[in-house]
């Protein structure tokens, strides 16, 4: 309607300026007949003015509205926004010191679990060189083999169970090892036989530790 109404001002204003330049007719003499034209033309003029005043006032009141609802949802996320940052300081000073302790206690238990790992392993060592000690060296052997290069040194039956528990750890999808001639062949008789290794089903000369944590 506004836009209209401002189209229909255009069209007067072009209407006035003609007027303007050129003489009017003369309708009548009569004075009764004049004032009476006169009361139409105000009165469309007033009709016309309350359109657009009507007209204002309603987009006034729209804009004050629209503005109302901008103020609220400013206010709104205002609020949430204090909301928001009054929770993030708070959840800094609590999960600070937590985070602090659940480190330490972390790390307190990694010591610990090396601490057992480490006297599990001592144990382990003692209870095997008392039950499963390396064979003894034949003197008579010695002084035969004394000219000829010395044989291989036998490793303990713990270092080879070392050798598979950290080959299985680190690489678990190829967790054999190859034997060689530091490896006395009854241990590894003994770990094939009471299911504590597990030979390569292609290559005798490999093995393997039994994976017990599956």
């Not at 050129?22 to 009476?36: F, Q």
């Amino acid at each position: 309607q506004l836009s209209l109404l401002m189209l229909r001002w255009k069209a007067l204003t072009t209407d006035y300026r003609q007027w303007q330049v050129r003489d009017p007719e003369i309708i009548s003499t009569n004075p009764d007949v004049l004032l009476e034209l006169g009361k139409e033309e105000l009165q469309k003029v007033k009709n016309d003015l309350e359109m657009v005043l009507s007209t204002v006032r309603s987009k006034n009141k729209q804009l004050e509205e629209d503005l109302k609802r901008e103020q609220q949802w400013y206010e709104e996320q205002e609020q949430i926004l204090d909301t928001l940052n009054k929770i993030e300081e708070e959840t800094t000073q609590v999960e600070q010191p937590s985070t602090k302790r659940e480190f330490d206690e972390l790390k307190n238990k990694l010591l610990k679990l090396k601490t057992y790992k480490k006297e599990l392993l001592s144990a382990l060592g003692e209870f095997l060189d008392e039950h499963f000690p390396l064979p003894e060296t034949d003197a008579n052997t010695e002084n035969k083999n004394s000219s000829a290069e010395p044989d291989v040194e036998l490793i303990t039956l713990q270092n080879i169970l070392e050798i598979l528990i950290n080959k299985l750890v680190t690489t678990p999808h190829e967790p054999y090892i190859t034997i060689n001639k530091s490896f006395w062949p009854p241990y590894i008789e003994l770990l094939l036989r009471y299911g504590l290794a597990l030979r390569h089903p292609e290559d005798p000369n490999r093995i393997r530790l039994e994976a017990f944590h599956k």
